[in-house]
């Protein structure tokens, strides 16, 4: 697998065995009640918070949950019955308050503990650092202010009513009461329409003990000679008066308001209970206005109970006939839970927000595909290199999935369809090896890795069983659509082979080089090498770009080895090749035949191209460049010669024969070919194997005109030049051996190590230097590689091998 392979140390940790024990029943649970209780019911029980001061297990933490929700509840509908009715409430309702307060700032010290679910990538985040700044910057200050004692705070500000309007803050809390509805809506072991009668019920309720309590805070807070003018001071019921209210029962008063705020809401006053004073008209007005929203809210769910057509209600349908599905199938636990898992996953996350973009031009579903994946595939390794249309091509096509911890993405000998990447989360490869069926060592995989692209290319089945051990996000493409987007990209296909081949273990890389994709590859990349050499020798520079643009290597080369540039120069295309060398290709290479692009611009008599190409650093470099030379002067070819002479090759060159292209222009009565030579620097004391110097031949020859013209340049270059071309005659002349200290044909003998001499000018003194070197006595005669005997120091060529032994066989 391509891609990071670490433990990341903010995932979890678990001890050997145990990586997946525990999620079947963290899936159960998966519904239970409080905050943080989801996240961590994926958590097996045996793991280990690393750096925490205390340790937090799933039933603990349930159990808490649990107990802070009753609180939550009470605190909810006690605090506008506190706020309300605070200067006529028992004492010992004080007392249960302070002990919630404490239950809730023990409560702010386990939430710096509780992980939590990453809103983006779905993962269980266990860092100490990123829980507190979390909390820090969310419900921290509202719920430490909602745990102060505002009623102490009260009296010792001396009693100012606005102090205590700081009361509502803990009306936060009911966000747990919330939370918990949502989860007992989405248990379908719980009937759906009795959950949402029950919620829409405390609802009201609860609207209306808020107002029942604002009622009478109101009728409190003025002054006593003033209390006969609020609503309930006024009222009477009969023979029973509420002018003295305060004495009555704190049950008699509350009921009082709670019917006042309830037939206010419902807007059927009789007129027995009506506001008096204009706070309480106002106050009235403004409860008015909010119950005709509450009613709609009211009637709006009541009327989507009837029809059935909440989100929350389609889940619960599909999730029912999903189960009777499988029941009627029989199929196992396992894979029950997984699918359970996934269908509450995809209601819970925005990962069902697919289904949005449906009507969407599929023109704008790509861009925002393209924004929102585009940065996760850039990143991948497998990916490294490859050009940005490739890459956009990818995230156009790439799907988001989720999966729960547990679950096996791929499994050891399968084939897959599919290549996933990794986003967020941690997965696991294990699995046993082909051989001896021995424990692979597990590996991590974690953002960014790949899962599948072995498979996927090769056509091999997985090697490894790939598991996940948190949940995780990945982004996954098929087989279909990343082949679709090689073949347009095969360049980049080159470069994903490179980077699937580094690391891989040599039974891999074979695999890989001999699978269909490499193959197919390599045939594209031939087939645009000759289209794009076609397009050079045609001289189509707009093909020619084109074909570049599209990827083609202008470096590669055709089944004969040629490059663009070797055919451009030998047609003579001057544009071609100015533009291709200011590619940056290869302007020395050599095809099959030994040509080099300069040497076929040369041959071709296309003297601008060579020019070109000497500008930009060609140099004629020849195979056996004498005897090539020598092959123009036999064929007469006396512009080619001057042409290959003006590109800086050496005159002196020579064949076998040690003979120069001079000896045969001399033996042949070529005067313009010798004079050419002669004016590129020919040396007219250059000698052959047989000891004979251009001048000889000519004089064989007979032609009297060249033979002046050999004796006149002879006699320039001695007085012009003496020590330069005396230096260089001596070096022509001078030749190297190689001698060793044994028989070739005698197979018994043992090889050792030789010497390089220089030929000195007898057979004799070689001998003797060879036998001091080598410290070899008794050597009387040196055999050539043939085994011949040579007699003359003259038979000896330049870097010939030698063997000094006793006698000659």
């Known amino acids: 697998m391509s891609g990071q392979r670490m433990e990341s140390p903010e995932t979890l940790t678990n001890p050997p065995g145990t990586l997946f024990s525990g999620y079947s029943r963290a899936r159960q649970d998966s519904t239970q009640i409080g905050v943080g209780v989801a996240l961590l019911q994926i958590i097996p029980q045996t793991t280990v918070l690393k750096d925490y001061s205390f340790f937090l297990m799933t039933r603990g933490t349930r159990v808490w949950t649990q107990f802070i929700l009753i609180w939550a509840v009470y605190s909810s509908f006690f605090t506008p019955l506190e706020f309300g009715f605070f200067r006529g409430l028992p004492e010992k309702l004080f007392l249960l308050d302070i002990a919630g307060q404490i239950?809730?700032?023990?409560?702010?010290?386990?939430r710096f503990f509780v992980a939590y679910q990453d809103d983006h990538s779905y993962t269980v985040v266990l860092s100490h650092k990123l829980i507190a700044i979390r909390y820090l910057k969310s419900r921290f200050s509202v719920d430490l202010l909602g745990s102060l004692p505002w009623d102490a705070i009260f009296k010792a500000c001396g009693r100012k009513e606005p102090v205590r309007y700081l009361l509502w803050i803990r009306l936060s809390r009911a966000l747990r009461v919330t939370e918990f509805f949502e989860k007992l809506e989405k248990d379908i072991r719980i009937n759906y329409l009795f959950t949402r009668i029950v919620k829409l019920l405390v609802v009201e309720l609860y609207c209306t003990h808020t107002a029942a309590c604002i009622f009478y805070y109101l009728a409190t807070t003025l002054p006593p000679s003033q209390e006969g003018y609020t609503w309930i001071g006024s009222l009477q019921m009969g023979d029973y008066s509420y002018s003295h209210f305060r004495d009555i029962d704190l049950w008699t008063r509350y009921t009082t308001s709670l019917y006042f705020a309830i037939v206010t809401m419902a807007t059927v006053?009789?007129?027995?209970?009506?506001?008096?004073?204009?706070?309480?008209?106002?106050?009235?007005?403004?409860?008015?206005?909010?119950?005709?929203?509450?009613?709609?809210?009211?009637?709006?769910?009541m009327t989507a109970l009837i029809v059935k057509g909440s989100k929350t209600e389609r889940y619960r349908d599909k999730m029912t006939d999903l189960i009777k599905y499988m029941n009627r199938n029989k199929l196992g636990n396992q894979i029950q839970k997984e699918i359970k898992g996934h269908v509450r996953l995809q209601h819970q996350s925005r990962h069902a927000e697919a289904?949005?973009?449906?009507?969407?031009?599929?023109?704008?579903?790509?861009?925002?595909?393209q924004e929102l994946y585009e940065p996760y595939v850039r990143q991948i390794p497998l990916f490294k290199g490859c050009s940005s249309g490739f890459i956009k091509q990818i995230a156009i096509r790439v799907h988001e999935e989720i999966f729960f911890p547990g679950e096996a993405i791929i499994e050891q000998g399968n084939t897959a369809d599919q290549v996933y990447f990794v986003c967020d989360g941690t997965l696991v490869e294990e699995g046993k090896s082909e051989d001896d069926e021995t424990e692979i060592p597990h590996l991590c995989l974690t953002k960014y890795s790949s899962i599948g692209e072995m498979s996927v290319l090769c056509n091999i089945p997985a090697p490894y069983t790939v598991l996940v051990s948190q949940i995780s996000r990945l982004l996954r493409v098929d087989k279909q659509a990343f082949i679709e987007v090689l073949e347009i990209y095969f360049f980049d296909g080159r470069i994903i082979i490179n980077n699937l081949l580094e690391g891989k273990e040599s039974n891999l890389r074979k695999k890989l080089l001999e699978s269909d994709i490499t193959l197919h590859i390599g045939k594209h990349e031939s087939e645009l090498a000759t289209r794009l050499n076609c397009a050079a020798y045609d001289g189509d520079m707009y093909r020619l770009k084109c074909l570049i643009g599209a990827g083609a290597d202008p470096n590669k080369t055709d089944y004969d080895g040629r490059s663009p540039l070797h055919l451009a120069a030998s047609e003579g295309h001057e544009d071609i090749t100015l533009f291709l060398i200011q590619q940056g290709v290869g302007i020395n290479i050599f095809d099959n035949f030994g040509n080099t692009p300069l040497l076929g611009a040369i041959k071709n008599g296309h003297d601008q191209v060579a020019s070109l190409l000497v500008k930009a650093g060609a140099s004629l470099t020849i195979d056996d460049a004498g005897s090539y030379l020598c092959m123009a002067v036999v064929r007469k070819d006396l512009e080619f010669l001057r042409r290959v002479l003006a590109s800086g090759i050496n005159p002196n060159s020579k064949n076998y024969d040690l003979r120069t292209p001079l000896h045969l222009a001399a033996s042949e009565g070529l005067y313009s070919m010798a004079k050419l030579?002669?004016?590129?620097?020919?040396?007219?004391?250059?000698?052959?194997?047989?000891?004979?110097?251009p001048l000889d031949d000519a004089r064989v020859g007979g032609n009297k005109n060249l033979i002046k013209?050999?004796?006149?340049?002879?006699?320039?270059?001695?007085l012009e030049f003496p020590d330069f071309f005396e230096g260089i005659q001596g070096k022509m002349q001078r030749r190297k051996c190689t001698v060793f200290p044994f028989n070739p044909w005698d197979h018994n003998t043992e090889k050792t190590q030789g010497v390089v001499l220089w030929v000195p000018q007898s057979i004799e003194d070689l001998i003797k230097t060879a036998k001091e070197q080598l410290k070899y006595s008794g050597a009387s005669c040196i055999l050539s590689e043939n085994g011949g005997k040579i007699l003359d120091v003259d038979m000896i060529c330049d870097d010939q091998k030698l063997f000094l032994v006793s006698e000659a066989p």
């Open 103 to 110: 239950a809730f700032l023990i409560d702010i010290i386990v």
């Open 269 to 301: 006053g009789y007129g027995d209970i009506h506001a008096v004073n204009a706070r309480e008209m106002i106050f009235i007005m403004i409860y008015v206005s909010f119950d005709m929203i509450l009613g709609a809210y009211l009637l709006g769910n």
């Open 355 to 369: 289904s949005v973009l449906q009507d969407i031009p599929v023109s704008i579903r790509a861009k925002i595909s």
């Open 677 to 693: 030579l002669l004016e590129a620097g020919a040396s007219i004391f250059s000698k052959d194997r047989w000891g004979n110097t």
């Open 709 to 718: 013209l050999l004796e006149d340049t002879k006699c320039t270059q001695l």
